[in-house]
């Protein structure tokens, strides 16, 4: 059934070490869960338990829970206030765009993509102001560590794909693949801010 925030509370105690007490992660390389959405934590919480994503730490929390759990770990998380981070408007050159602010190639990409290197606009899916869409699919990416955004995004690049056969996502890993370290730095600071 739909989760219980008050029920997910005392379940994702376990949680907060990495996440944060009210899922703003302290350490940058974890994800903040502030203000994501219910469906999506629990089908990443099942993909965790299922190996199908691959994380040590994160199997074993996810291991003991029932799909109930993660519903209700989704919807404590999905109730609590992001803590918007700063983005990065360190000044950098970029073609005929020299002495843009760094955070404007991630800006003008997160809303348009380049249609040309067949980079999706991120909008698309994440909406114009990153909430992502309710459910279990389109996370997130408001005030979302930078560190963590950039690391994912290379690690998409790459290949990586959450969930396997009918249940894989390989949308992240075809948008990602023609990006630039520089450009992934940037959407990752543009997110942050």
């Not at 974890?30 to 994160?58: C, T, V, W």
């Not at 459910?135 to 690049?157: D, E, I, V």
């Amino acid at each position: 059934g739909p989760g219980d925030a008050t029920r997910g509370e005392a379940k994702a105690a376990a949680c907060a070490a990495c996440h944060g007490i009210d899922g703003n992660a302290v350490d940058p390389i974890n994800p903040n869960l502030a203000g994501q959405h219910e469906h999506y934590i629990a089908r990443q919480l099942a993909l965790f338990k299922s190996g199908e994503r691959d994380n040590a730490i994160m199997m074993g929390f996810a291991a003991g829970l029932s799909s109930q759990d993660m519903r209700d770990i989704g919807a404590f998380y999905a109730k609590q206030m992001k803590r918007p981070g700063v983005a990065d408007e360190t000044v950098i050159a970029e073609g005929d765009n020299a002495g843009s602010k760094f955070y404007e190639v991630g800006k003008r990409l997160y809303r348009s993509g380049d249609t040309a290197r067949g980079i999706p606009s991120c909008a698309a899916c994440h909406g114009p102001t990153g909430r992502g869409v309710p459910g279990p699919s389109w996370p997130s990416l408001q005030a979302q560590h930078a560190t963590y955004t950039a690391q994912t995004l290379r690690a998409f690049r790459d290949g990586m794909v959450w969930g396997k056969d009918a249940n894989a996502n390989v949308i992240m890993a075809s948008a990602a693949r023609n990006l630039t370290d520089e450009e992934i730095d940037s959407l990752a600071s543009y997110l942050q801010g």
